[in-house]
């Protein structure tokens, strides 16, 4: 069949993956005291925001052990490496099964990653393992942060459109705890070192093709505000990167965020809000600031408890779980990133 533009892109899976580690949030606290309360005399004040962000479990690429000892760079990367590659292949594998394909016949690849730096990036180390032709097209994108889940489905999106006919495989791993330092103790640290886990998660679309079904995506749309550079990224240091985490992120969402919502969406048309779960302050600052009841976003709260803030994948997680619960109408996938940027698509379940 002759591929055509007017037909729009369609998500023909999506797919989710987690190291085996499993960190019980209470087994992490009494490991970071043992760590960090001798090293930094703030400890004992923020240690409730490891019982009070709303995560029972998270997963890793490293066992619990592996904190106990500090890290260079070297470590770090090798650690991110094996690890994001491993949960590449397992969160591409499985969504290449749902969709019913095989890597031979992926024709472009968009790995986001802002958690490590290898090169060749993720998608060609996983490439051998996977079965990627020579001439797939790769575009590795770095440094979107938490907003890259949302961000990297409008570019995988964009590709899509711009080759009827193509499959398009994007992947989101993060592998956020080989980051935690024992040199570096900031609050911004402590307030990590309660959040992030790690996971990946892959969406494969295509555009043009008539026989296909499957949710339909929407144009990706960002807004980045200005003076706002500080809130969220990473500093580059000789022993690994420093996490840059403002206190007024869920401030920020309520006071900042209906404005923009309304820049990207102004036809306000959205039946269910598909959120990136930053934090449990996060999440319900969005229910404020989205004038949604308290405790609509139960999807997300359910993914923070279970797995964490993964930084990017995670609002593919809850978009996975919205579409197995049989979610119908206009979804709105949002995240907040570095830049300051809030980064949203619209897909659309018939």
Not at 11 to 25: G, W
Not at 101 to 126: F, K, M, N, W, Y
Not at 170 to 195: G, M, N, P, Q, Y
Request: hydrophobic share 45%.
């Amino acid at each position: 069949m002759t591929a055509t533009t007017d037909r729009p892109p369609r998500l023909l899976s999506i797919a989710t993956a987690v190291p085996p580690e499993v960190l019980v949030q209470q087994d992490i606290l009494d490991e970071a005291r043992s760590l960090l309360q001798e090293r930094f005399s703030q400890f004992d004040r923020l240690a409730p925001a490891f019982l009070n962000a709303g995560i029972d479990t998270r997963h890793s690429v490293v066992p619990l052990d592996w904190f106990r000892h500090p890290h260079g760079w070297g470590d770090r990367t090798a650690a991110y490496a094996a690890g994001a590659t491993a949960l590449f292949r397992d969160a591409a594998g499985t969504a290449l099964d749902r969709a019913g394909l095989h890597a031979g016949q992926v024709d472009v690849v968009v790995t986001v990653s802002s958690t490590g730096i290898v090169t060749p990036t993720l998608e060609a180390l996983a490439a051998k393992a996977m079965g990627f032709r020579p001439d797939v097209m790769r575009v590795p994108v770095f440094g979107l942060g938490c907003a890259g889940g949302v961000s990297g489905l409008a570019i995988a999106r964009d590709l899509a459109v711009a080759r009827p006919g193509a499959v398009v495989l994007l992947v989101a791993v993060e592998t956020c705890t080989v980051l935690f330092r024992l040199d570096r103790l900031t609050k911004a640290d402590i307030i990590a070192t309660a959040l992030f886990g790690d996971g990946a998660a892959a969406v494969v679309m295509r555009a043009g093709r008539g026989e296909d079904a499957g949710p339909e995506l929407g144009r990706g749309r960002q807004h980045m505000w200005p003076d706002t550079l500080g809130i969220m990224g990473w500093t580059v240091e000789e022993t690994g990167l420093g996490v840059v985490f403002d206190r007024s992120i869920p401030a920020f969402a309520e006071t900042e965020l209906r404005a923009a919502m309304d820049a990207v969406a102004p036809d306000g048309r959205v039946d269910r809000h598909v959120c990136h779960p930053g934090g449990a302050k996060v999440v319900a600052a969005l229910e404020t600031t989205l004038d949604l009841a308290e405790g609509s976003l139960d999807i997300e709260r359910r993914i923070l408890a279970r797995y964490g803030n993964m930084s990017a994948p995670t609002v593919l997680f809850v978009l996975e779980a919205a579409l197995r619960s049989g979610l119908r109408g206009r979804l709105m996938t949002l995240a907040l990133g570095p830049g300051f940027t809030l980064s949203a698509l619209p897909v659309q379940v018939r």
